[in-house]
């Protein structure tokens, strides 16, 4: 899976290209944490490129996001489509994590 | 009736198998049969080795008491026959040696019936076969048995032919002798003695019976035993069986538990299997509920509420060891809890001047709150980190309160902001110059000199328009910012935007010496969008094509047209953008790091506000580029499909 990492100001933002689903899942897991140790936790998920998520990958970004709530914080989303929207509301995941609509607004929840 | 038990009939082989298979179905219901089946006949098989084993050791002891019995017996036989037979033997001899010498004097003095009383008796008396004396023509004068005498009185005397002795022979069945007679007066003769040995069987029964009857109480036990024993081998078998399984690695409890009706050690082994599966499964949750527990129970509200900071928080006593330490001052600090609540502050802070704030206030020197920003690199996250040191005095302890805050992004969007202000201020100040000098040249010259005046107010002109879109723009981003950017739809004409487009930039390339060229297709057709944003899309591209062209350059805008898309390709010969910057050109505030860059006047804004009207219209905007060899600008607007 391909996934893409960028800066924007001390923010990275991580894209992962393709569903979130099966083994896919472990690598994006592994890519956030990594990126979330390097900028103190500083990192937005950008699910634009993401057309659907499996239980792998809903269970990777709740691991995620309950290992930085330890820290204190939760893990930002944005750009979330319909489909993905739709699966965290219904299992009623959707509270641990904080929602944007773009990267912008991500970026900018952290000043 | 050993075989038998070594090998039990098929039917009884089954009979095992369903006692063993039964329990474990009962009890276990919800086991794969196939594995049931595996698992019994398995079972089965080492519990009949486990049979076998013993029933092989009986009937090797049995097969050693029984062949012992019969040598023994074979060999008391044999040496009591013998001295039997010798005995016989020499009675025999001894009765011969009597019988002869007193025939010899009785047939002298012609006593024959005084012989033959003697031969009588002790044919009798010896129990031969025959005793009789012979004369050389095979007249018989003295018998022990009274028929056979052929000669009722003895001859004067007879033909003295040689007379042979018979042949002396004794076996085990039969001592023959035979001793020749010298009768004084009369002629010689022949003593025939056959005498039967006698085997009394009861001899050989009255010795061997008591070995008889102790190797026959031995075998019965020996049966008993392998009888008692070969029950609880079924249990030991079926154990041993579970026990090699467990060896080889085998939890399955199922598959580990053994027929209850196999005895006692069946079911205390099933007893111990269930408690060790107790164990492990007590094992296991006490596992998987201790880190549970801990958070759940071992942390009061007040920890849980300070975990729950996006600030880190660190107390640290008067002996400067951390007292408590919240879940952000882990990350932030980049070390585990654990290693930190008790441990001197100065292992995981190594930032000199916060230990220092720490020591004073710690130590009471220092009251008031200090602020320090550290600036962390490295491998272990980069960013600016504010600590906060404030003393909290209780009674009984001095103490310092440490807060850490992540404030990098507000340094970086600090940064850029500084530096868009210094940026803009630039901007807006070069036409106001401008403007300020023309409006000086206008009044002092105009007057007499039309001609300055006419320049001078275009000049003037041009300034306030250029000053009118660095404003719309800085607005544009500000609205972006703000997230309140919207489109204003209408019909966009395509080919008067092109036109205009062109007539805007003819004079600008037309002086610096570059070849601008339209490739447009002959038929634009009208598309539903924001005119005026799609415009400052086209001519901040192509302000940037022309802006970063040298002279003697050229610049071609291709527009071309298909079912479901605008695609505008803006190709100049310029500097070229490195792979680095490409990926950030779009980010807001953002100019290229080339130096060739640092000397045009720019915002770092247009290509932001180009990609987010066109992202805004549906479309994207790609760019291609190679340093020094120029820069290809893509622009896509799908234009069938109502864009969103």
Redesign the interface.
């Known amino acids: 899976m391909d996934i893409q990492t ?6 990275t933002i991580i894209r992962p290209q393709g569903p979130l689903c099966g083994q896919d899942a472990d690598q994006v897991k592994t890519a956030i944490i990594e990126a979330s ?6 990192i937005v998920l950008d699910l634009e490129a993401i057309p659907f998520v499996d239980s792998r990958g809903l269970e990777a970004l709740v691991e995620v996001t309950e290992e930085m ?5 939760a893990l930002k989303l944005c750009a979330a489509n319909k489909t993905v929207r739709e699966v965290l509301e219904l299992t009623q995941l959707s509270g641990l994590f904080e929602h944007f ?1 773009d990267v ?2 991500a ?2 929840s ?2 | 009736m050993e075989r038998r038990n070594i090998e039990p009939s098929s039917e009884k082989a089954q009979s095992i198998e369903s006692t063993l298979s039964s329990p474990h179905d009962a009890g276990l219901p919800g086991r794969a049969v196939a594995q049931n089946e595996g698992n019994v006949s398995r079972e089965s098989r080492l519990l009949m080795r486990g049979e076998t084993v013993i029933a092989r050791t009986g009937l090797i002891l049995a097969s050693i008491v029984l062949v012992a019995m019969f040598s023994n017996g074979w060999l008391t036989y044999q040496a009591q026959r013998d001295a039997v037979s010798a005995a016989r033997r020499q009675q025999v001899m001894a009765v011969e040696s009597l019988l002869w010498q007193s025939a010899e004097i009785m047939l002298a003095q012609d006593e024959v019936s005084a012989v033959r009383r003697l031969l009588s008796d002790a044919g009798r008396t010896y129990n031969l076969k025959r005793c009789r004396i012979v004369l050389p023509d095979n007249g018989i004068i003295a018998s022990s048995e009274p028929s056979q005498i052929n000669l009722h009185k003895l001859p004067a005397t007879w033909s003295d032919g040689p007379m042979e002795a018979g042949p002396n022979t004794a076996n085990e069945m039969l001592v023959t002798l035979s001793h020749p007679l010298r009768i004084a007066g009369r002629g010689s003769a022949r003593l025939d003695l056959f005498a039967p040995v006698d085997y009394p069987l009861r001899m050989f029964l009255e010795t061997q019976g008591g070995v008889g009857a102790i190797g026959a109480a031995a075998l019965v036990s020996l049966l008993l035993v392998y009888r008692n024993m070969r029950w609880r081998l079924r249990a030991m078998g079926a154990i041993r069986e579970a026990l090699l399984a467990l060896s080889h690695g085998e939890v399955s409890m199922a598959a580990l538990t053994v027929g209850p009706d196999l005895g006692p050690e069946a079911v205390a082994w099933n007893d111990l299997l269930l408690e060790k599966d107790k164990l492990s499964t007590l094992v296991v949750v006490g596992a998987t509920r201790d880190p549970v527990n801990d958070r759940r129970v071992n942390k009061g509200d007040l920890d849980a509420a300070f ?5 880190g928080l660190v107390l640290i006593n008067e002996k400067l060891e951390a007292k408590f330490v ?3 001052a ?3 600090l ?1 070390a585990r809890r654990e290693e930190m609540v008790g441990h001197g502050v100065a292992n995981f802070i190594k930032y000199k001047p916060v230990l220092t704030a720490i020591e004073g206030i710690a130590a009471g020197t220092v009251r008031k709150r200090m602020t320090i920003e550290v600036k962390q690199g490295g ?1 272990n ?5 504010k600590f906060s040191i404030r003393p909290v005095r209780r009674e009984d302890s001095a103490a310092a309160m440490v807060i850490i805050e ?1 404030v ?6 600090d940064e ?1 902001r500084n530096a868009f202000v210094a940026q803009a201020t630039h901007e807006l100040r070069t036409p106001l110059t401008n403007i300020r000098l023309y409006v000086e040249t206008a009044i002092e010259e105009g007057e007499a000199n039309p001609a300055v005046r006419t320049n001078a107010l275009n000049v003037i002109n041009q300034e306030a328009r250029r000053l009118e879109s660095i404003v719309t723009e800085m607005l544009s981003v500000s609205e ?2 703000a ?1 309140c950017f919207k489109l204003n739809r209408a019909e966009v004409r395509l080919d008067a935007l092109f036109t205009e487009l062109a007539a805007d930039y003819e004079a600008q390339s037309r002086d610096k010496g570059i070849q601008l060229k339209m490739n447009l297709p002959p038929k634009l057709p009208a598309i539903k969008g924001d005119r005026d944003k799609i415009n400052v899309a086209l001519h901040n591209l192509l302000g940037n094509a022309l802006k970063y062209t040298m002279a003697k350059g050229h610049v071609a805008v291709n527009v071309s047209i298909d079912k479901s898309s605008l695609t505008v390709e803006i190709v100049d010969s310029g500097i070229g953008i490195s792979a680095e910057d490409q ?2 050109i779009f ?1 807001k505030f953002y100019r290229a790091k080339d130096p060739r860059v640092g000397k045009i006047v720019g915002t770092g804004l247009g290509l932001t506000l180009a990609r987010e009207v066109v992202r805004l219209h549906g479309g994207e905007i790609t760019v291609d580029s190679q340093i020094d060899k120029g820069s290809r600008f893509t622009l896509t607007l799908p234009i069938a499909v109502e864009a969103v």
């Open positions: 960028q800066r924007q100001g001390a923010i140790g390097a900028s103190l936790g500083r709530s330890e820290g204190g914080q609509e912008g607004s970026a900018r952290f000043l | 975990d729950a900071m996006s600030q919240n879940g952000a882990a990350v932030f980049q491998e996250g980069t960013g600016v980190l992540d990098t992004q507000q340094r970086v969007a850029s972006i910012e997230g990926k950030h980010d």
